[in-house]
């Protein structure tokens, strides 16, 4: 084979497959009409996350282009990924007005859940199986229900009294992502008219910090620096660094909301999902996976790519996924791919696996409602082929080209489960 020929080949692969995409796009518009469908808004926000524990201080600290130095004892008080959905929940909630008393039947029933988890407590796990060498009475009866993926959702409902959809997803670090757009289809479909959504995660342990490390998936090279340690598409990142937390929405039916009177703070316009059937951790090499969510997300949203202004990566500072959503991107979008803005707020947060999609679909809501776009924290240089790219890298900028403000917030999972979320600023 002649040298360089097997890049070229793949590299024409992928154009022919992008061409594909924007066909069965263009078809699919066609077939779509805006009118038929309920409008599904957010009007509510809550966060528990390493960057702060509210949404305010959440922002400030993403807009200061400053990283977090993450650990466990900052939040001690709750150890578990329930805790943290609980009470980003009760931030989202007070934001949105909705807490219906248990006598409001209507209210209770048409209120669903969708919160999941990237994967269990490996602390609860470990300690449990200490707790049972020294004998079977020393189990707790709740440590079966508390490692249950649903319990967040579980619970949440309990909490509040909600009787509509119960659902959780788990789909490692396409979780958050999932979750909030398997409740945009829950009220566009009629089977809810209010949904708390988003996810939660509760990773960081020694078993989870040494597996990650045995798959050479964490950042090593900046140990004598861990702020620096996070740097999605720079030319010097070597792993991701894991956080937790959660971030939960309240979307709703828009006529729902605006005969409550609420503020609305943004709109999901579309959501799209793919498989990338190829590995277990990596994605396919062309980026056809990423390409096929984000054009399903805008099939959904009856847009076209000319109409994105923001995309928010799944980019989690790894060598091989950051360099195929960069070339994902660069394929699909062609043209205009210069005039999107680019950033991963991972640089700043770490990388919360299955609250990662959700916490950065927050970032991605308040981008466009606010006209900023938040930056790549620790994004210095890049290499070759990342070129192409509008990165905002380092410090945020404005967003006002006096169009709508529409976003993508892309997040990819280990077993090839991709999902895309189409977001919006607003408008009657």
Known sequence: MIKGQGRYSLH????????????????????????????????GLGVVSPVGCNVTTAWQTILSGQS??????????????????????????????????????????RTGVAVGMGMVDLQDICDTNEALKKGYNRVSPFFVPRILPNMPAG???????FRGPNHAVS???????????????????????????????????????????????LSTAFNDDPTASSRPFDEHRDGFVMGEGSAIFVLEELEHARNRGVPIQGEILGYGLSGDASHLTAPRDDGTGAMLAMTRALNDANLTTAEVGYINAHATSTPIGDAIEARSIRTLFGDHTDKVAVSSTKGAHGHLLGAAGNLEALFTLLACR?????????????TDDMAGLRFVAKTSEPWDDGRRRVALKNSFGFGGTNAC???GEYQE
């Open 12 to 43: 024409c692969a992928s154009r022919y497959t992008a061409a594909l995409i924007r066909q069965q796009h263009r078809s699919l518009q066609t077939q779509q009409t805006k009118d038929r469908r309920r409008r599904v808004v957010i009007t």
């Open 68 to 109: 977090k130095s993450f650990t466990k004892s900052e939040l001690k008080t709750m150890a578990r990924g329930t805790a943290f959905a609980l009470l980003a929940a009760k931030e989202a909630l007070t934001a949105a007005s909705w807490t219906p008393s248990a006598e409001d039947e209507s209210a209770c029933q």
């Open 421 to 423: 979320l189409c977001i």
């Open 370 to 382: 606010h006209g900023v776009l938040p930056p790549t924290v620790n994004l210095d240089s890049i």
């Open 171 to 217: 789909t490692a670090c396409a979780t958050g992502a999932h979750s909030i757009g398997d409740a945009f289809r829950f009220i566009r479909n009629g089977d809810a008219d209010v949904m708390v959504c988003g996810g939660a995660e509760a990773c960081i342990n020694p078993l989870a910090i040494a597996g990650f490390c045995r798959l050479r998936a």
């Open 155 to 161: 619970q949440l409902s309990i909490k509040y009294g």
